[in-house]
Each structure stands twice: as C-alpha cells, then as structure tokens.
C-alpha cells in the first residue's frame, strides 16, 4: 500500500476524488508497494485501481486516461532501503551530533539510484528486486563500485556477504540496463593496481557502462582515522594518470572519456580541471564531477539575460572546495553586470575543516559570516545547502537564517537564476 501525499488540481487524480491520505491499493489486482508501481502501473492508459478513502471507503475505479491529462498524484516517499555494508569510510559515522535525522541513515536503495542518481552498491538486493529491476527498465542506474576485485570490495564495504560485483552487472547489462559507477579512492586499498584492474574489468563490460567517477574518499572528523586516510597530493596524480590513460583510449575508441576525475581529485592533486567538452553531459556533475565546468556552462548561456547591476555588492558564499575555483566562474557575472562580487569562503564547524563541500555547510555557518555585513546589498548561498523543506544541516531554516542578517539573501545554483529574478521584479 502507498499513501497519497498531493493531488494536483485539474489532474485525473483529483477528477477521481484521490485526496492526501488516500491509500492506493492495487492496480490491476496487483498490490502496490511503492512510487514505482504507481508510476509504471499506472503509465497505460486503461487500468483498475483499488483505493482505500480517509473516511474508511474502499472504491474501484476503472480508469480510462482521457489523452493528455496527467494523473497528478504524488505520493508519500518510500521506507528507504538500509545499507547491508559498513564502510570504513561511511559517511554517517563521520556525521556529528546535531546534523539532520536523515543524515544517519545508511540508505543504499536501487529505487532512488534509478530516480535521483543517488550511488546504490547493490549489495542489498532480493531476487524481487532484481526481478522488478528487469521489469521496470530501471536503467541506468548509479552504482559504488570502488574495486572490481570481489576480496577487495569485501574489504572496503566491510561486508563478506557482498556478490562479485563484474557478474552482477554482466548479468544486468545482458538484459539491456546501464550503469554510471563511480569508485571511491581508498589508498593503499583501491588505487593503484587495484584501480586499473577495476577500470580493465568494467571497460572488458562494453559501452553499457556508461561513464566511471573516481572520487576521492572523502572524511571528516568523526571519520574513523585509525583505519583510513585521504589521498595524498601524489596519491591523487596517480589515480588521474590511471584514469587518463583509460579516457584517452575510451576516448578513441568509444568517442567519449568514460573514466573521469571529480572535482576534489583534481583539486587535491594541484591539476587544473579538464575542459566542459571532457563531462560530455555532465551526468555524473551531482557526484562532483564536473561540477565547476557545468556551472561555467551555465552562466555562459545565460549571462545575455542579465541586465547592469553596476556597483552592486554581492557576496558568494562557498565551502573551501571552491573556494579557490569561485573567481573564475564569477569573472565573467562581474563583467555582464558591472557588479562587485565578494567570494566569502567558510569553514564546515559543524562537520570539521577538511569538509570543504558547499552542500553540507550548516545555517550557522552562513549566519556568522553574514550577519555583520550591513556593507553587502545581497547574499547568494547553494542551493544544495538546504533540503526540500529549506532547512540546512544543522536544521536552522532559511526563513531562521533571513531574519538573522541583515541583507536579502537568496539561494542559487548557478548565480543567474538568483540575479535574474532581479530582472523579473524589476
Ligand atoms: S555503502 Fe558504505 S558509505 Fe554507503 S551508506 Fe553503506 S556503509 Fe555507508
């Protein structure tokens, strides 16, 4: 069973009666489980649904999708999938107290690798699984794969029941479904020889393997530092010369660079970031790879749509990661608007100093800094610091945040979108 969350007007679920609260049954005599039955059952354009009302009331409808209506249903998130792993480098034991709830979940779930690109490891699966896998054509999915080696990748998830990785994706790429993988750079674990046999074994797997991130683990201070470390500046060359060397064949060959660095490990190894053309479509850019060259992207296209801002004093706020990465993406905002940007780089006192990503910087953070500043006309923040209900780490709210500083502050992913809306209420 699922439970409506929305209806939205003028939708078919709302002509059907369908209300937050409503439990949807079946379709078709087969019982619903999750987001992804309703979404599949329910693709055809006749189908029965058994629902169960707020009041009590159980109705069949036979459904008949008028052309061009949209069901309109949204429904309640599932009960996310627990991680069967324990990864030494986990990073729900580097979280410390007082972050959000959903931090400390180990979620490892197919469902939301398929819906939101999250890194599944597929160590969890049922023979149910697999089997809706297939049905659905959940494809590609996104999948840790961090060493090829079954021993290896035992170690590294501290988990021996973990499946041999290479057979369970054959199997799957076989019947058609794609993958992006990414692997994550233990050292002394999984780079080096290690990593050139994982990427030998996954490019011997043919193109269903889409693309491979290598990411550098990344810890925080709560991290358990006794059993891993990061990667050393030399370390980090290494693992990209690997890489290269299976891009530039992949690139020949395939005619795209399939194997590719994030962000962090170019940043780590001291090495200027490869051109935009390098991330092909950027598939990977919510992994952190590409990142900075999607967003330069971005503001390229839309720089024409902003109008003269001059003298305007705006602050970008920004984790250590990009920090130094910020005045070449702001350059050309600068000159298209004739305003005064100010790169405000902070440190993470929730997680420790060495997590330098933007996205997990708490409200505190951006408070402290901003909340002197009356010299500032605005202040953009990442949009990926808060979750669906604006809340940042810490759970301070951006609504909390805004009446705590004392100029207007904005969300952002890419600048534009918060600098147009000037345009727009002007
Ligand atoms: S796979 Fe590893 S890192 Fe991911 S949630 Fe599970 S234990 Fe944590």
Request: proline residues 7%; aromatic residues 8%; hydrophobic residues 45%.
């Amino acid at each position: 069973m699922i439970r409506v969350q929305a209806v939205a007007p003028d939708s078919l679920g709302a002509a059907l009666g369908l209300v937050p609260g409503t439990e949807l049954l079946a379709i078709n005599g087969r019982p619903l489980e999750d987001f992804l039955d309703w979404e599949f059952l329910t693709a055809d354009d006749v189908f029965l649904l058994h629902a169960r009302h707020p009041s009590g009331e159980e109705v069949e409808y036979d459904v008949e999708r008028p052309e061009g209506l949209p069901m309109g249903v949204s429904v309640e998130p599932p009960r996310i999938r627990r991680c069967a792993n324990h990864c030494d480098f986990c990073f729900v034991d580097g979280n410390p107290a007082g972050a959000r709830d959903v931090l400390y979940i180990r979620d490892d779930d197919y469902r939301l690798s398929f819906r939101y690109g999250n890194f599944a490891t597929l160590t969890n699966l049922k023979p149910w699984d697999v089997a809706r896998i297939l049905e659905y054509r959940l494809s590609p999915l996104y999948v840790s794969v961090h060493a090829t080696d079954p021993v290896v990748r035992r170690w590294l998830l501290r988990n021996p029941e973990a499946p041999a990785i290479v057979p369970q994706l054959q199997a799957f790429l076989e019947q058609g479904i794609t993958f992006h993988t990414q692997i994550v750079l233990v050292p002394g674990v999984n780079d080096g020889p290690e990593l050139e046999r994982s990427l030998a074994d996954l490019w011997s797997l043919g193109p269903g393997i889409l693309s491979v991130s290598i990411v550098p683990v990344a810890l925080t201070e709560y991290s358990k530092h006794a059993l891993v470390r990061e990667p050393t500046r030399d370390e980090c060359r290494a693992a990209l010369g690997v890489a290269g060397a299976f891009a530039r064949r992949a690139r020949s060959e395939r005619g795209h660079p399939w194997c590719i660095g994030a962000d962090d490990l170019y940043l780590q190894a001291g090495l200027d970031l490869p051109p935009a053309e390098w991330y092909g479509d950027f598939e990977q850019r919510e992994n952190g790879v590409g990142a900075v060259r999607y967003l330069q992207t971005r503001i390229a296209a839309e720089l024409g749509r902003l109008g003269g801002q001059a003298g305007r004093r705006v602050a970008v706020l920004t984790g250590r990661a990009m920090g130094p990465l910020m005045p070449q993406v702001i350059e050309p905002l600068a000159r298209a608007t004739g305003a005064r940007f100010e790169i405000v780089t902070l440190d993470n006192a929730l997680f420790g100093r060495s997590v330098t990503t933007a996205g997990l910087l708490p409200g505190a953070a951006f408070r402290d800094a901003l909340r002197g500043r009356r010299d500032l006309d605005l202040a953009l923040l990442p949009a990926e610091a808060v979750n669906d209900d604006l809340l940042f780490m810490d759970d301070m709210s951006l609504e909390d945040l805004a009446g705590q500083v004392p100029m207007p502050i904005r969300l952002s992913a890419d600048f534009t979108d918060a600098l147009a809306l000037d345009e727009v209420a002007a």
